[in-house]
């Protein structure tokens, strides 16, 4: 029943098969900068299945996404969401298609957690509509696969950073969603909190939800994400599996940290894991600069990287 | 399911208010002897006081108490700040400039009509004005562009206003600082007329953005991802919340602290919920300026104290008492 909605605005109902996203050689830049913070992206996210954008600092991780959620629009390319450009999307309709939790939001008022949650039914209620029986099973709903319904009055300003990021994708999810975008959704958050998070993404992939995020955890990202998207400079280094994607040394070079890579057997197979090395392996590397940087690397032979 | 039942209660303090205002004065009224006047019956001088005086005067009070209040509500919530204000892109320099340049002028003596009618037009301009620069900068409406123009428009009127004054004869001296200071002795049926016409549309379309406005206060971004058509709400809700600023600044000059407190006593007793605290605001903005009037009036007979000495004397206690209960909600 969900799948009326999708697809805008009389393009059509997606296949499910079809990417929930596809970028065609976009480029951007920000009004009045002269440097592309993105260049030549080329990527399609599969729907049904998690995807994780991985890069450093300033790799242009969360402006791609401010792009696929139709927040900007590329300079250059096309960047569409179920087959419609993203910035043509209507916003209320994009909003019952996905739910969204951005980074480091702070509300400028007090608000309880059930007003917060809440707020996700915005695009089925509009300005004047008031909450009906679904809106409000849906509310719960959420809450409770979030494990926030205890917290349902307490004020938002009141929680842990963990309690508040579980809110947030309360809210995400009362909106119902086929597919979810999170930026950096456990940063700052204790393993249990985080772990929490990334399996509960992973139940929500497996039920068919398209889940796209950008995320500094590399070894989470690599058990839990079918796909990872590795972006370096602006640039798409690397896209695929995590076999295909964390190698040594691709991870070495567009980090710029010696690292061994170990396999570690999860639930779910075999996954690369990412381990950055210290000592004396990375002592000339960490002042960073460039040449020293090439001298640690050979130092650094010492694993056995496909 | 209680926010009707607040809503009403609070509509009846506005009521009572009002009576309360009309009752009190130079010569006091007991309630019979209103609802008399009021009929046309009874004193001559008592049908007077209550139907040309002091009764348009208290509801010109309120409408512009509601006024001032849901406007600065709105501006805390597109400006994400506690701090904003009804005057905070430059209307109440924009209005003053007018108002002072009628004085100054001498065209005050053409008619009662001219410095109100000076004074919005000063306000409208500084809102065109405030508003062109912030859609030059960018694609976008940008709330800090936007503050800034605010702030340096309203510096740039208040050099006007000084620069007239500075020419000024000590009498037009005195009325230009006496409307700036704020006053509702002016008001009439007439002019309390043409504002509750004008000022309606205006609170229906703000309360019409109650709920936007509870996602705006999340951050722009946010509100987007949640369903909301962010520029379009900005535009909306800057134009009518500073024409809603306008019209009470162009009646009763630049009555401050009612936008600021009004809002955040809601928010501290109540919560954030735009959806009552649009409403609520507009009530108790009323409530507060009729009685902070009566007050102005007769607190120190036969001088009239400037309104917005008296908003501040008493808001300012009561606040921060609000304040120091330290409530989150």
């Known amino acids: ?306 | 399911m209680r926010t009707p039942l607040r809503l009403g209660l609070l509509a009846l303090a506005a009521l009572g208010a009002v009576a309360v205002s009309v009752r009190v004065g130079a010569v006091p009224l007991g309630f019979g002897e209103i609802m008399e006047a009021i009929a046309g019956r009874g004193d001559a001088g008592a049908v007077t006081i209550v139907r040309d005086l002091r009764l348009p005067r208290a509801l010109q009070a309120a409408l512009v108490g509601a006024a001032l209040a849901v406007s600065g509500a709105t501006f805390q919530a597109l400006l994400r700040n506690p701090l904003a204000e009804p005057f905070i892109l430059g209307v109440s320099g924009g209005a003053a400039v007018g108002a002072v340049f009628t004085v100054v002028l001498g065209w005050a003596l053409i008619g009662p009509w001219i410095m109100p009618l000076a004074a919005f037009a000063g306000a409208i301009l500084a809102i065109v004005l405030v508003l062109q620069v912030a859609a030059s900068v960018g694609r976008s409406l940008d709330t800090h562009v936007l503050l800034l123009a605010g702030v340096v428009i309203g510096a740039f009127f208040n050099a006007c206003i000084l620069l007239a004054l500075t020419f000024a004869d000590i009498e037009s001296f005195r009325s230009a600082i006496f409307w700036m200071m704020g006053s509702l002795s002016g008001a009439g049926w007439q002019g309390t007329g043409v504002l509750a016409l004008y000022l309606l549309p205006g609170f229906l379309i703000i309360l019409g953005l109650a709920r936007p406005l509870n996602l705006m206060a999340l951050g722009e971004d946010t509100a987007a991802y949640l369903g909301a058509s962010v520029e379009r709400i900005k535009w909306t809700a800057y134009g009518t919340a500073s024409l809603l600023a306008a019209a009470a600044v162009a009646v009763s000059g630049v009555i401050g602290f009612v936008g600021l407190i009004v809002p955040h006593v809601i928010r501290l007793l109540w919560g954030s919920d735009y959806r009552f605290l649009l409403p609520a605001s507009a009530l108790v903005g009323a409530v507060f300026l009729v009685l902070a009037d009566t007050l102005a009036r007769t607190a120190a007979r036969p001088t009239e104290i400037p309104v917005g000495v008296v908003t501040a004397f008493v808001g300012v206690p009561f606040f921060l008492w609000l304040l120091r209960r330290g409530r989150t909600v």
């Not at chain 1, 139709?70 to 179920?82: C, K, W």
């Not at chain 1, 309690?163 to 249990?192: F, H, M, N």
């Open chain 1, 1 to 306: 029943m969900r799948d009326e909605g999708r697809g805008a605005r009389g393009e059509g109902i997606a296949v499910r098969d079809a990417p929930a996203w596809t970028c065609d050689r976009v480029r951007f830049r920000y009004p009045g900068t002269s440097d592309d913070v993105l260049s030549d992206i080329d990527i399609a996210v599969p729907a049904g299945a998690c995807t994780a954008v991985i890069g450093p600092n300033g790799s242009g991780k969360s402006t791609l996404l401010r792009l696929l959620l139709g927040l900007a629009a590329p300079n250059v390319g096309e960047v569409r969401f179920a087959g419609t450009r993203a910035g043509d999307w209507d916003r209320e309709a994009m909003a019952r298609e996905v739910g969204v939790v951005p980074q480091g939001e702070e509300g400028a008022f007090p608000l309880t957690v059930r007003e917060m949650v809440a707020m996700g039914r915005y695009p089925y209620l509009g300005r004047w509509r008031a909450e009906g029986r679904d809106d409000r099973r849906a509310i719960a709903a959420a809450m409770r696969r979030c494990d926030v319904s205890g917290l349902s009055r307490r004020p938002v300003s009141t929680l842990s950073g963990g309690e508040r990021q579980r809110a947030r994708l309360a809210r995400a999810l009362a909106q119902e969603p086929g597919t979810l975008a999170l930026d950096e959704p456990t940063v700052a958050l204790d393993i249990r909190h985080e772990m929490a998070i990334f399996e509960l993404l992973r139940t929500l992939a497996d039920a068919g939800t398209t889940v796209l995020l950008v995320t500094h955890n590399l070894n989470l990202a690599a058990r839990y994400a079918d796909r990872l998207v590795l972006l370096d400079g602006g640039r798409v280094a690397a896209a695929g599996t995590a076999g295909e994607v964390l190698t040594r040394e691709r991870i070495e070079d567009v980090y710029g940290w010696p690292v061994r890579v170990v396999p570690f057997d999860d639930a779910r197979g075999t996954v690369p894991q990412i381990v950055p090395l210290g000592g004396e392996a990375c002592q000339e590397m960490s002042s960073g600069h460039p040449i020293a940087r090439s001298a640690a690397l050979s130092n650094t032979n010492d694993d056995n990287d496909p």
